[in-house]
């Protein structure tokens, strides 16, 4: 089993829909949990980070982890065509030093 | 400021051939990655360091890749005979303290063509 993991994808929504985005953790201590967007071509750029259970707003942006269900989720409501790209779930296995290991990513795709 | 640089951008070499692959930090920032993206893959981690030292060197794929952070800013990845399988973009990034809520803020790699 991989360590982080993700719909590969393509998802697309329509623009002004709700892009509901998933990943599933294998390490149950890890601490932290981080949703960075990549364009095409790019380098990743962090969105949200999110370390307690439950919902965190941030804009369009909503991440939600569930620690017991190893998961974590990123929405982003009223999906843009500039939100088409890949997105990255990582993860930090503790609250000191340590690597993030990233997901495999999810390539949205919003169509105007 | 500055954000993370790296040179070169673009490095095409031979089968076999040994490369240097340059990073350089935001200033101030204790803690520097570098990952491995292939096509339609995350980024693949490749080792971590704090300061001057390797804090975890567990992803390098075997001893032809080599890297180094002397003065604790600046750090070079170097790959010895390589293989047309090393062909990737390798991304450099760095964090402020390497604690493990840090952002890690990335560059915007070097893309390694081995023919």
């Known amino acids: 089993q991989k360590e982080v993991e993700q719909n590969s994808g393509p998802l697309s929504v329509p623009e002004g829909a709700i892009a509901s985005l998933n990943c599933t953790y294998s390490?149950?201590?890890?601490?932290?949990f981080f949703w960075y967007r990549q364009y095409s071509g790019k380098s990743p750029e962090l969105i949200m980070s999110i370390y307690s259970n439950g919902d965190k707003e941030d804009g369009r942006f909503t991440a939600q982890l569930n620690k017991a269900s190893q998961y974590v989720s990123l929405l982003i409501r009223d999906s843009q065509p500039s939100d088409s790209a890949t997105y990255l779930c990582a993860v930090n296995r503790k609250t000191s030093y340590d690597k993030v290991i990233f997901g495999p990513g999810t390539s949205l795709s919003v169509i105007p | 400021g500055a954000g993370v640089s790296q040179t070169p951008s673009n490095k095409v070499t031979e089968k076999g051939k040994y490369v240097e692959l340059r990073c350089d930090p935001i200033?101030?920032?204790?803690?520097l990655y570098w990952y491995r993206q292939s096509l339609g893959q995350g980024p693949e981690f490749l080792i971590y360091?704090?300061?001057?030292?390797?804090?975890?060197d567990s992803g390098l794929p075997n001893d032809r890749f080599f890297a180094v952070r002397p003065e604790g800013s600046v750090s070079t990845l170097k790959i010895q005979r390589t293989e047309r399988g090393d062909s990737a973009v390798y991304l450099c990034?760095?964090?402020?303290?390497?604690?493990?809520?840090?952002?890690?803020?990335f560059g915007p790699g070097t893309r390694l063509t081995v023919l």
């Open positions: 200033s101030g920032h204790t803690a």
């Open positions: 360091f704090q300061g001057t030292g390797a804090a975890d």
């Open positions: 390490d149950r201590v890890s601490q932290s």
């Open positions: 990034a760095s964090s402020p303290s390497g604690w493990g809520n840090d952002e890690q803020f």
